[in-house]
T-cell receptor, first 112, second 117 residues
């Protein structure tokens, strides 16, 4: 089965700085990788998808990279704001494409 | 927000009792999923459905069964609840498979917190 690892430690950064979160996986290479945001007591909310043939994807202040050689995705939030404080989850498609497997998530706190 | 409703939102039960969690959607999406979320484990897939009466197991399906008799409803049943099934359960839906321009975006419900004493 796929093993997905995200920053195990919580990440604290100063407002205005760039936050960088990592997602590493083992075993098979996914065709797609998604990032979600989860606030306390709520369900995750989709942010971005990146495909295996895409090296980088951007959406407003968000940037995702996908390195299939390193088996790693990086998630960047530029000009971070306190409202960006949340847990961020990466998800990979399963072998049949119908399932999604999630990492444990990284808790981000942006300090004013 | 996607129309997904989970019920009950909170439940406390005793070991050995049956429990059914319901997920109801108004989006007519084909795919439905049940996940559980636990500290240190993140979200883990229990079962999923790719159509009415079409279901398959996820990575932690032991002790759980599902049914989907209508497009809009996906039921998760714990036949005999155990303390290890204490968790927050999330239902998710998706319109399509990941293909072409489709992102395969999952829309999640608000979660059902189950405590098994």
């Amino acid at each position: 089965s796929q093993k997905i690892e995200q920053n195990s430690e919580a990440l604290n950064i100063q407002e205005g700085k760039t936050a960088t979160l990592t997602c590493n996986y083992t075993n098979y290479s996914p065709a797609y990788l998604q990032w979600y945001r989860q606030d306390p007591g709520r369900g995750p909310v989709f942010l971005l998808l990146i495909r295996e043939n895409e090296k980088e994807k951007r959406k407003e202040r968000l940037k995702v990279t996908f390195d299939t050689t390193l088996k790693q995705s990086l998630f960047h939030i530029t000009a971070s704001q306190p409202a960006d404080s949340a847990t961020y989850l990466c998800a990979l498609d399963g072998p049949t494409g119908n399932q999604f497997y999630f990492g444990t998530g990284t808790s981000l706190t942006v300090i004013p | 927000d996607a129309g997904i409703t989970q019920s009950p939102r909170h439940k406390v039960t005793e070991t050995g009792t049956p429990v059914t969690l319901r997920c109801h959607q108004t989006e007519n999406h084909r795919y439905m999923y049940w996940y559980r979320q636990d500290p240190g484990h993140g979200l883990r897939l229990i079962h999923y459905s790719y159509g009415v009466k079409d279901t398959d197991k996820g990575e932690v399906s032991d002790g759980y069964s599902v049914s989907r008799s209508k497009t809009e409803d996906f039921l998760l049943t714990l036949e005999s609840a155990t303390s290890s099934q204490t968790s927050v359960y999330f239902c998710a839906i998706s319109e399509s498979r990941l293909a072409g321009p489709n992102t395969g975006e999952l829309f999640f419900g608000e979660g059902s917190r189950l405590t098994v004493l």
